[in-house]
């Protein structure tokens, strides 16, 4: 079964800093994994998502991901924090995709804070 | 506008008694989920269904139940049977035939508080 770990429960950075989110991913069949973001008392907004098209994948709001097979890894980066990225960080796998009765499996997310 | 509206967006109940949370959502999508987010946990899934009158049990289903019976609406309704019911439930929705691989659209969410 799919299933991702995020590295660390709470990440803070200063403001123009890289901002780096882990997460590593466990799947048996090439997956698609996804970025989303959550802000206090909100529901999550997608990020980004990997389908396997490209392995550098650009998203909303200037973060990208990379998505490395060798190191099962789908790290989230942004060259240069703002104030308004502090929120919560899920990573996301699906669960067989070439299923139509797959699902969504979450992280226990990252939460993002930008110092000043 | 096309989206997903929850309500109500703070619910207090009484020990021993059932809610019901509120889904709707115009985006014309076949898929439908529930989800509970407790702090540090990230998001456990409830229930979900892929078309109308029919629904599968998550991961987390144990107290709670739901209904399909329009396409739009997917209410979930916390029993006295669920004995830590105080969390944020989120609600989401998607196109079935790309359930895996396309975005999941997500409500802003219901806060429950048990008194």
């Known amino acids: 079964a799919q299933s991702v770990t995020q590295l660390g429960s709470h990440v803070s950075v200063s403001e123009g800093a890289l901002v780096l989110l882990r997460c590593n991913y466990s799947s048996s069949v090439p997956p698609y994994l996804f970025w989303y973001v959550q802000y206090p008392n909100q529901g999550l907004q997608l990020l980004l998502k990997y389908t396997s098209a490209a392995t550098l994948v650009k998203g909303i709001n200037g973060f990208e991901a990379e998505f490395k097979k060798s190191e099962t890894s789908f790290h989230l980066t942004k060259p240069s924090a703002h104030m308004s990225d502090a929120a919560e960080y899920f990573c996301?796998?699906?669960?067989?995709?070439?299923?139509?009765?797959?699902?969504?499996?979450f992280g226990s997310g990252t939460r993002l804070s930008i110092r000043p | 506008d096309g989206g997903i509206t929850q309500s109500p967006k703070y619910l207090f109940r009484k020990e021993g008694q059932n809610v019901t949370l509120s889904c709707e959502q115009n985006?014309?999508?076949?898929?439908m989920y529930w989800y509970r987010q407790d702090p540090g946990q990230g998001l456990r899934l409830i229930y979900y269904s892929q078309i109308v009158n029919d629904f599968q049990k998550g991961d987390i289903a144990e107290g709670y139940s739901v209904s399909r019976e329009k396409k739009e609406s997917f209410p979930l309704t916390v029993t006295s049977a669920q004995k830590n019911p105080t969390a944020f439930y989120l609600c989401?929705?998607?196109?079935?035939?790309?359930?895996?691989?396309?975005?999941?659209?997500f409500g802003p969410g219901t806060r429950l508080t048990v008194l």
């Open positions: 989401a929705s998607t196109f079935a035939d790309r359930a895996s691989t396309d975005t999941q659209y």
């Open positions: 985006l014309n999508h076949d898929a």
């Open positions: 996301a796998v699906s669960d067989t995709p070439d299923s139509s009765a797959s699902k969504i499996i």
